[in-house]
């Protein structure tokens, strides 16, 4: 049975953790990416991941809670971040959001706190999870003028010419349980390099009204397979090659040590 990753999850804030890591189990999920939104839940993931070594916690804050904070009051939480740098595994969650970022002000905001995640990952060599909800070409291009190298765009599916600069700059988007019954995505899917399609499920967020898990991992890597006419031991295959590239240091065997 393959080994999987669920390349963007928030399952730790998850009631029913316990039950979800166990169908992660059953699934043959053995490492989730759990991306964080703030300081305050970075630190609470981190806690609770102690008991659930297949968790690796990243070190984000997420486009919607920057625009909870006056641009004046920014900075000073910036500055907490960077003591924290050196042993986050990685950033994530940041980038963009117009749909919550609505007036000029934060959508600037956004843009000022995104800049710096992207410098640290380019400072620290750490690959960074990018948010980009009705922003796509907005986040695209701040990682070009910046150029980004360790990236994952979270649920993605952008146009043809946005697509040629992801695959030109080789960064990994992820897709999700969505693929299951939306076929809009098929050919955004077909036409990206199978070592640069990540699979996620965003969990916990709800699926058909029930609650996501890793464990959904396995059900979009079949649909992968069958999109691209490929095996399940190629997807397979591609998703360990995508962890190595940006944990080289980590195993994939989450008892193995983080």
């Known amino acids: 049975m393959p080994s999987w990753i669920d390349f963007h999850t928030h399952i730790l804030d998850s009631p029913a953790l316990a039950v979800a890591s166990l169908e992660s189990?059953?699934?043959?999920?053995?490492?989730?990416?759990?991306?964080?939104?703030?300081?305050?839940?970075y630190a609470s993931f981190v806690?609770?991941?102690?008991?659930?070594?297949?968790?690796?916690?990243?070190?984000?804050?997420?486009?919607?809670?920057?625009i909870l904070l006056s641009e004046e009051k920014a900075p000073s939480v910036l500055k907490k971040y960077v003591p924290k740098l050196k042993s986050a595994p990685y950033l994530g969650e940041t980038g963009l959001d117009f749909l919550y970022g609505k007036t000029d002000a934060q959508r600037a905001l956004q843009k000022k706190v995104f800049a710096r995640f992207i410098e640290w990952s380019l400072e620290h060599d750490k690959l960074i999870q990018v948010h980009t909800r009705h922003a796509k070409q907005e986040a695209l291009d701040m990682l070009?003028?910046?150029?980004?190298?360790?990236?994952?765009l979270h649920w993605f599916n952008g146009n043809k010419?946005?697509?040629?600069?992801?695959?030109?700059?080789?960064?990994?988007?992820?897709?999700?349980?969505?693929?299951?019954?939306?076929?809009?995505?098929?050919?955004?899917?077909?036409?990206?390099?199978?070592?640069?399609?990540?699979?996620?499920?965003?969990?916990?967020?709800?699926?058909?009204?029930?609650?996501?898990?890793?464990?959904?991992?396995?059900?979009?890597?079949?649909?992968?397979?069958?999109?691209?006419?490929?095996?399940?031991?190629d997807v397979a295959h591609a998703q360990q090659?995508?962890?190595?590239?940006?944990?080289?240091?980590?195993?994939?065997?989450?008892?193995?040590?983080?």
Do not use: M
């Open 25 to 41: 189990q059953k699934a043959h999920v053995v490492r989730w990416l759990v991306n964080s939104i703030d300081l305050e839940n």
């Open 47 to 66: 806690q609770r991941s102690t008991d659930y070594p297949e968790a690796i916690v990243g070190l984000g804050w997420h486009p919607e809670n920057v």
């Open 144 to 152: 070009s003028d910046w150029r980004a190298e360790k990236v994952i």
């Open 161 to 233: 010419k946005q697509q040629e600069l992801i695959i030109r700059n080789k960064w990994v988007c992820t897709v999700g349980p969505t693929i299951l019954n939306s076929p809009h995505v098929d050919k955004f899917i077909d036409a990206q390099p199978l070592e640069l399609l990540g699979l996620e499920t965003d969990s916990p967020i709800p699926y058909d009204s029930v609650p996501s898990t890793p464990a959904y991992v396995a059900r979009v890597a079949s649909r992968v397979a069958e999109i691209k006419n490929v095996s399940i031991k």
């Open 241 to 258: 090659g995508i962890f190595s590239r940006f944990f080289p240091h980590l195993s994939l065997n989450s008892h193995a040590g983080k």
